[in-house]
Structure formats: C-alpha cells, structure tokens
C-alpha cells in the first residue's frame, strides 16, 4: 500500500494567488482529515469528512479556505486568496473508520509558503 | 474545553539513558489516547493507542501507559534512531486534538 499521497510536497506562491493542495487516501478508508502545523500552534484538524461528506469543518480559519471530496479517492483543500500567515505544513490523513476507535495515517504532507 | 499538554518541550539524553514523556489531558468522555511519532520532513507515524486507564501496550523500546488524567511513554535504552518529535492526541468523535509535543534527542 502506498499509503496517502498528498501533491505537491512544496509550495512557494505569492499572496493573493489561490493554492490548490491535493490528498489520495489509503483505499478502502471511509475518513479522510485535513491538518495544518505550525510551530505556534502546533497541528490543528481543519475538516474532517465521512464517504466524501464533510462532518465538520468548524477548524477551517475562514472562508478563504475551502475544501472537497468529489470521490473515495480524492480531496482538495484550497486557498483563494492565500496570505502569509497560511504558511505551514498541510497533512491529509485517512482512517478506516470502522467501529470502535482508528489510528490515523498521515500522508508527508504538503510545505505551504505564502511570499 | 478539552485540552491536552506534553512535558517536557524538549529532552536530551545519552544512548542508554532511560526516561519518560508526559501527556496530561483533559477531555470529556475519552475515546482513545494516540502516540504518534514525527520525524523532520514526515507527517506524524502512529504508535499507540490507549482506551481505559491501566493499559500498556509496548514496542521495541517504548512503552504507553494511560492513568485517567495522564499517559506516559517510556524510552528504554534509547538509540539516536528514537530521536523524534513524539505527538500525544486525545480522540473526540472522530478528532484527535493533539498537544504540542515533545522533542526528544538520543545523542550517542
């Protein structure tokens, strides 16, 4: 298993411009998790969704960011428009969600940098 | 508000050198308590979970305890390759709220 895929690994763009950050979970995984980390605050869940439905999204910092989940096997986060203070690590995780309590795995994240 | 808090930030310690990391929680109606462990560049590698008070799981050199208002995971004769950020998270419905973690540095 190649476990969750996140594009691109690094990010440079300017602000104002809208970044687009892309997550491939582990197949068969019901729940897939947006993180950001950052050394002030550490790693914060940002929306979380089950089947592709979002469940909660009240971590998203504003409505500058937005994410989907169009299919099982694929999720966007994105930023419109991106300001400095978006800088930071994005991690997608996923989760088989089965009954009962799961790990999450976490992909290798994305290195957002907003000039 | 649920809360969680890892001491020490930092640690250093000598090959060998035997020690414990802390996570103190707070959190209505717990679920589960996670290690996970962070290497520079990586996304977070999960290690543990802990469900009631009084489990232990072990691996290798580690070891996970869980009190009801506090867990702990024991380095035994670490080896520089255990140095890592090691991440505490407690699970709320489907969200982990991690601390802020501790770094931990195994020099030989």
């Known amino acids: 298993d190649a476990g969750v895929i996140q594009s691109p690994r690094h990010e440079v763009t300017e602000m104002g411009q809208e970044v687009t950050l892309r997550c491939k979970p582990i197949?068969?995984?019901?729940?897939l998790f947006w993180y950001r980390q950052t050394m002030m605050r550490g790693l914060e869940l940002l929306i979380y969704?089950?089947?592709?439905?979002?469940?909660?999204d009240s971590g998203m910092p504003e409505d500058r960011f937005s994410a989907k989940m169009p299919n099982a096997s694929f999720s966007t986060l994105k930023i419109q428009p991106s300001e400095p203070r978006d800088s930071a690590v994005y991690f997608c995780?996923?989760?088989?969600?089965?009954?009962?309590?799961?790990?999450?795995?976490f992909g290798p994240g994305t290195r957002l940098t907003v000039l | 508000e649920d809360q969680v808090t890892q001491s020490p930030e930092a640690l250093r310690l000598q090959e060998g050198e035997s020690s414990s990391l802390n996570c103190s929680y707070t959190?209505?109606?717990?679920?589960?308590l996670f290690w996970y462990r962070q290497d520079p560049g990586k996304g977070p590698e999960f290690l543990f979970t802990?469900?009631?008070a009084g489990e232990e799981k072990e691996k290798e050199r580690l070891k996970a305890t869980l009190t009801k208002k506090e867990s702990f995971l024991h380095i035994t004769a670490p080896k520089p390759e255990d140095s890592a950020t090691y991440l505490c998270?407690?699970?709320?419905?489907?969200?982990?709220?991690f601390g802020s973690g501790t770094r931990l540095l195994v020099r030989p």
């Open positions: 995780a996923s989760s088989p969600g089965t009954s009962g309590v799961n790990e999450q795995f």
């Open positions: 197949s068969g995984h019901d729940y």
């Open positions: 969704f089950n089947n592709n439905v979002p469940i909660d």
């Open positions: 959190v209505s109606g717990l679920r589960g």
């Open positions: 802990l469900y009631s």
């Open positions: 998270a407690v699970l709320r419905s489907y969200k982990l709220i």
